[in-house]
């Protein structure tokens, strides 16, 4: 019948998710299903965005897209970060990841999307298809000590979505780049997190929070953003009972230097991401100094 490059359809996901899950989840000691991680991306809402390699009947490759739209000062542009780009083991080196990438520049191009994005450690093959590596993100890691046991005072942890009102209104007050995030999309689980909560402390008439992920006695801060002042309080109960946290950062934000500065943390490039300009508005110039945060990517 020969290969046949396609949108997924309600059966197919039903099929397409055991095999990512065994990819990119349990098969590397994981938990907790993409589907559940990332809700808003392997729906029956997002199909289209999801392609699909066909062989007759049997699912030999396939990738997800999500849609999103993203600020710099008062300009929207719309991106499509593209994940879980699978291939079946006995598939490999069939050249059928790459005919789905190029199917889905395409569809990008013609949806009128201005950039595409992804995170990779293996950029030489996306590279071959016209991707640019370029990457302002770090990682930090501490291992808290004693001192961090006490719980601080002021600090609320809430519950992440019904906490979205209060966390964009930070971020539009507080950034000029960002992604711009409905509600639903603070329902994601990034790997290899087990639960993701606020933190949220108000100091008189300004406010800060922190997004926090945890695996046991790990955690996972993916943004810590608002009033300094609030800074130290949230950051105690980030750490407190943990082993171990690391920060999903970029280089020269605020949070960045205030954990250089206050709290020791040592960092680590993390130079994974890669663009592909899709419209005359932007060049990589302007791309390469973009940032999209960890907890926004599939």
């Given at each position: ?14 099929r397409?998710?055991p ?46 897209m ?20 699978y ?10 990841a ?15 999307v ?12 996306y ?10 993100s ?103 009972d943990?082993q ?49 945060p ?5």
């Open positions: 019948m020969g290969i046949n490059i396609r949108a997924c359809r309600p059966a197919d996901l039903e397409l998710i095999l990512l899950d065994e990819a990119f989840v349990f098969g590397k000691g994981r938990t907790i299903s993409l589907q559940l991680r990332f809700p808003t991306v392997f729906c029956h809402n997002n199909l289209h965005n999801i392609l699909l390699c066909m062989d007759g009947e049997t699912i030999a490759s396939a990738l997800a999500r849609q999103f739209d993203w600020r710099e000062d008062d300009e929207i542009f719309r991106g499509a970060m593209i994940g879980a780009v291939t079946h083991p006995a598939r490999r080196r069939e050249g059928l790459s005919r789905l990438l190029a199917a889905a520049t395409l569809l990008l191009r013609e949806n009128e201005d950039f595409g994005v992804l995170w990779t450690g293996q950029p030489s093959f590279a071959r298809l016209g991707w640019v590596a370029a990457d302002c770090v990682l930090g890691e501490v291992e808290p000590d004693s001192s961090m046991l006490e719980p601080p005072a002021g600090v609320a942890r809430l519950a992440v979505e019904a906490s979205a009102p209060r966390l964009e209104d930070i971020r539009q007050r507080r950034l000029n780049l960002m992604t711009l995030r409905r509600p639903m999309d603070y329902r994601q689980l990034p790997l290899p997190a087990a639960s993701v909560e606020v933190l949220w402390r108000e100091n008189r008439q300004e406010a800060a929070y922190a997004l926090l992920g945890s695996s046991g006695n790990t955690g996972f801060l993916y943004e810590l953003l608002g009033d300094t002042s609030c800074f130290p309080a949230l950051w105690r109960e980030a750490c407190r943990r171990r946290v690391f920060i999903n950062d970029q280089a020269d934000s605020l949070s960045y230097r205030w954990l250089t500065d206050h709290a020791g943390v040592s960092w680590k490039n993390k130079s994974l991401a890669m663009w592909l300009p899709l419209s005359k508005r932007l060049d990589m110039p302007r791309l390469g100094k973009w940032h999209i960890y907890f926004d990517r599939i």
